[in-house]
């Protein structure tokens, strides 16, 4: 017998903004949606289930990833019940559910422990910074060093178990096998909706803001290689130098652009931002403008002079790759991309 937990939708409220209580089953929203099919009908589906208090049938579910958060059902809502805001809002449940630290659900929970966390980071970065007599050289050393650590070990630590939770949850089956090579041969959907995110050209009068998506996904992870294998910060070859420039300001650009579409709210993707929202967008635009500049103040030459820019420098990024990218909206990227693969294998 499926297992009702009574408070799930308020459980659930701490993770976003809607009343699915409002809803009174019309399915408007299941009509409207353009990436709802019959396999995967939602998000009226999934309104009843929250409603229903049916949690475990929602945790092995890979429906809440299939939303690209149009916001469309959500404008046509007579009960204006936000059933888009509760498909994130499930996306963000989810995350705390695969994380087996718990601290996702704890940052998504809590403004205070977030920003906690952020503050003791900041004050570990200035007493490492001292520890080094503010030295420019060690601590460019020590940052090329941190990022080549930090994604191996958030990598091998937290995300990678955190997938496989994902898996467990909504592939795993004991009475159905699925072959080794059928992984392998579906292989090529992960990559694919990874580096695309080509679900997102489903959703009607979608072409910009999955353009604006594409670039940011490829300049963040060109200067991801650029900065830790190409050594951007310390290398003399002018193209990489400049390869590393554009990147940088290319995602200085785009998030600047959601952001200023967040504090517009002229749209439904913008109306209701999370905290998470904004700390994920404003720390990218922050890393972007701040590596800009590093590399500008190396090249004419003052950044011994500077070196507060560095350490500023320093802290987003530590910030960013040991909150943001693993317990926060980054992971949207990696979950959305796994759900792909997920969906090909179980069907
Ligand atoms: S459109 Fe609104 S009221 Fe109708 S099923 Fe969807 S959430 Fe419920
Ligand atoms: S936000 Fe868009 S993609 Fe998501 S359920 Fe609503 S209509 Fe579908």
């Avoid at 709802?36 to 009843?48: A, G, I, L, T, Y």
């Avoid at 990218?284 to 103040?297: C, E, I, N, Q, Y």
Wanted: net charge neutral.
């Amino acid at each position: 017998m499926a297992r009702i937990n009574p408070g799930f939708t308020k459980e659930l409220k701490s993770f976003g903004a809607f009343d699915v209580n409002a809803c009174y089953n019309c399915g408007n929203c299941t009509a409207v949606c353009s990436l709802s099919d019959e396999d995967n009908s939602f998000p009226r589906k999934m309104v009843r289930l929250s409603v229903l208090g049916l949690d475990n049938e929602i945790k092995t579910s890979l429906e809440p990833w299939l939303c690209y958060y149009c916001g469309e059902c959500s404008m046509t809502c007579p009960r204006e019940a936000e059933p888009g805001e509760l498909m994130m809002s499930l996306r963000r449940w989810l995350i705390a559910g695969y994380d087996w630290t718990g601290l996702s659900g704890l940052l998504y929970r809590s403004l205070s422990a977030t920003l906690t966390a952020f503050v003791l980071l900041v004050a570990g970065v200035i007493w490492f910074a001292a520890a080094q007599d503010f030295s420019i050289e060690s601590l460019l050393h020590t940052g090329h060093y941190f990022e080549m650590f930090a994604i191996a070990g958030v990598f091998t630590f937290i995300l990678l178990p955190n997938i496989f939770r994902m898996w467990l949850f909504t592939v795993h089956d004991k009475n159905v096998k699925i072959p080794v090579k059928t992984y392998f041969k579906t292989l090529g959907e992960l990559f694919v909706h990874m580096f695309t995110q080509k679900r997102t050209l489903g959703c009607d009068d979608s072409k910009t803001r999955w353009l604006e998506h594409l670039i940011l996904v490829i300049s963040y992870l060109m200067l991801l290689f650029t900065t830790v294998f190409l050594d951007w910060f310390g290398t003399q070859n002018p193209f990489i130098i400049a390869i590393g420039y554009i990147e940088s300001a290319a995602i200085f650009i785009i998030t600047m652009l959601f952001v200023t579409e967040r504090f517009r709210k002229k749209t439904e993707v913008s109306k209701h931002s999370h905290p998470s929202d904004w700390l994920f967008v404003v720390w990218l635009s922050l890393m972007g403008l701040t590596a800009f500049f590093v590399r500008l103040f190396i090249d004419m030459d003052i950044l011994e002079n500077n070196v507060w820019l560095y350490i500023v420098h320093l802290i987003i990024l530590v910030q960013w790759a040991l909150i943001i990218v693993p317990f926060g909206k980054w992971t949207h990227f990696l979950y959305r991309s796994f759900a792909m693969w997920f969906l090909r294998l179980k069907k």
